[in-house]
């Protein structure tokens, strides 16, 4: 990989994870940003990532080319990069939630496509990455690909495309269920009589530590959860309020509209 150049196309909130991820890890392949706008690419350079001066100069050096533009805007990206990518014919990964690989074929003209979902969390390599590649896309490109998220995420491959609108809902929109969780419980400690700082700083370590241990994998996150809920203790009073809520439902809830909006995005921007 250390010979290989990933030219990441945006340099907004994935595309600057990804990159700072890749260049903070030795041995992980050179990242090359791109992005529209001077005060992005100004940041960017700042923030200490190699920086193109052009499109067509990223284009040019990439071995494989990730896109990290909104869902929105891949088919304007594809018809402006057109003659770069029939010339040096890169790997392309898109992150495009929803984006499918047919259309992405379409409009890139090139069967070279890779679909991935990765998630912020990739900034402090600790990313979540689902990856769909159709059947005809060589084992080598898939091999490449792996390789190139490894140094920043864990990575799960997936052989049906509509599950990557499931990646999407679960780890892809995952990072920002958890803030708000985080959030929640900060809130709840102020309310309860803590101060702010230390509220907040409980929290995020609580879960810190939770997601450390559910991480593991030594034990389910239902076993450890019974392993804290003492019969009769505070935390299992905390876990029934939840419970009368309705919380496994409102899960379930919010990822069946994010996995339907992702779905979504694929039939509305794929129709051209
Ligand atoms: N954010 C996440 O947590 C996350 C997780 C998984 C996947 N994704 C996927 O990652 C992609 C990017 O999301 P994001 O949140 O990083 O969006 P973002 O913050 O808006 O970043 C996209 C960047 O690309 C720039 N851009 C747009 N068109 C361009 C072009 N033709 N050439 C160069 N730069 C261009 C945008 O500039 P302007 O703002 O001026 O348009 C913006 O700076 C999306 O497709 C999303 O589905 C995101």
Redesign the pocket.
């Known amino acids: 990989m250390q010979n290989m150049t990933i030219g990441i196309?945006?340099?907004?909130?994935?595309?600057r994870a990804l990159a700072a991820g890749l260049a903070a890890t030795p041995g992980a392949a050179r990242a090359l940003v791109?992005?529209?706008?001077d005060d992005?690419r100004r940041r960017a350079a700042q923030q200490g990532l190699a920086v193109a001066k052009t499109?067509a100069e990223l284009v040019a050096q990439a071995d494989v080319l990730v896109l990290?533009?909104?869902?929105q805007?891949v088919a304007?990206?594809a018809r402006?990069i057109a003659a770069g990518v029939a010339t040096g014919h890169p790997l392309i990964v898109s992150?495009?939630?929803g984006i499918r690989t047919d259309a992405l074929r379409r409009w890139f003209h090139s069967d070279r496509v890779v679909r991935a979902?990765?998630?912020?969390p990739a900034l402090i390599r600790a990313g979540a990455t689902v990856l769909y590649a159709a059947a005809d896309i060589a084992a080598d490109d898939r091999a490449r690909v792996e390789a190139l998220l490894q140094p920043v995420s864990a990575v799960w491959w997936v052989a049906d495309e509509d599950l990557m609108d499931a990646a999407t809902a679960v780890s892809?929109s995952g990072?920002a269920y958890f803030f708000l969780a985080i959030e929640a419980l900060a809130a709840a400690g102020v309310q309860a009589g803590l101060p702010a700082l230390i509220a907040s700083e409980l929290a995020a370590a609580t879960a810190l530590g939770a997601a450390r241990m559910a991480g593991a994998g030594t034990e389910s996150p239902a076993t450890l959860r019974r392993q804290v809920t003492s019969p009769n203790g505070t935390t299992e009073r905390a876990i029934q309020s939840f419970m009368d809520q309705g919380f496994m439902k409102m899960f379930e809830r919010a990822v069946e509209a994010a996995r339907a909006r992702a779905a979504e995005l694929g039939e509305e921007l794929g129709a051209v």
Not at 9 to 15: D, L, Q, R
Not at 34 to 37: I, L, M, Q
Not at 68 to 71: D, G, L, Q, R, T
């Open positions: 196309i945006g340099a907004g909130n994935m595309g791109y992005d529209h706008s992005t499109l990290a533009v909104k869902p805007h304007a990206l402006e992150v495009a939630a979902m990765p998630n912020t892809g990072p």
